[in-house]
C-alpha cells in the first residue's frame, strides 16, 4: 500500500487538525522505531497514520469501525490487527502481539501526553524537551487528564521497557518528525 492512498483515506474521515496532526505524529513515531529496530518503515508509518481513522466520525465505535473503512483500500490482515490493537482492553479485545503492536499501543497516549507537554514550553516544541519535564506532566494527573497514564504504563510492561526509556525513545522519535509534521499539516489542513 502506498502512502497516497493512506493520507486520502485518513482525509475522508478525518477533518479536525488535532486528529490529523496526531496521525501524523504517530506516523513519524511508528517510522522512527521501524528504523531503529529494522523493520519496514513505510508499513509501520501506515499503520500509525491510520490507527485512528475511524474516531474522529465514529468515536464510540472506534476500533470496531475502523476494519470497514480500511477495506476502502484494501489493508492487509495483518494492518487491520494492528490498527484495532492499539485499543486492547479499551475498546478493542484484538491484542497487541507483535512488536509494532506493542509499540503502538505504548506510544500512542504517549504521544499526545509529550504534545501537550510540549505547548506548554515557551519553545512549543519537542526539540528541547528532557525526560525529566515529561516525567514532572506525567504525575500531574491533572495535566492533559484525557491522556492515559496506566496506558501507557501498560504499554512499557508489553514491551519490557522501563518507562524512562520508553520516554526517551518517544520524545527522541517526535522530535525527529517534527518539521515534517509541521510542513506537511499546512499541506493538508489547506487542501
Known sequence: ????????????????EFHLRHAL??????????????????????????HDVDYEKYPEEH??????????????????????????????????????EKILFATDELTGLIWAAAKMRPSQSTKDMEVSSLKKKFKDKKFAAGCSRDVIIKGSEQLGWKLNDLF???????????????????NIVEE
Open 1 to 16: 500500500m502506498n502512502r497516497e492512498t493512506a493520507i486520502n483515506l485518513l482525509k475522508k474521515y478525518n477533518k479536525d
Open 25 to 50: 505524529t504517530v506516523e513519524q513515531v511508528m517510522r522512527y522505531f521501524a528504523k531503529e529496530n529494522g523493520y519496514d518503515e513505510n508499513f509501520w508509518g501506515i499503520v500509525g497514520l491510520l
Open 63 to 100: 476500533c470496531k469501525k475502523a476494519p470497514e473503512l480500511l477495506k476502502e483500500i484494501d489493508a492487509s490482515n495483518e494492518m487491520v490487527h494492528a490498527i484495532c490493537s492499539h485499543g486492547y482492553g479499551i475498546c478493542s479485545d484484538v491484542k497487541p502481539e507483535h512488536e509494532m
Open 168 to 186: 526517551d525513545k518517544t520524545i527522541l522519535a517526535m522530535r525527529n518528525g517534527e518539521d515534517k509534521i509541521e510542513e506537511e499539516l499546512k
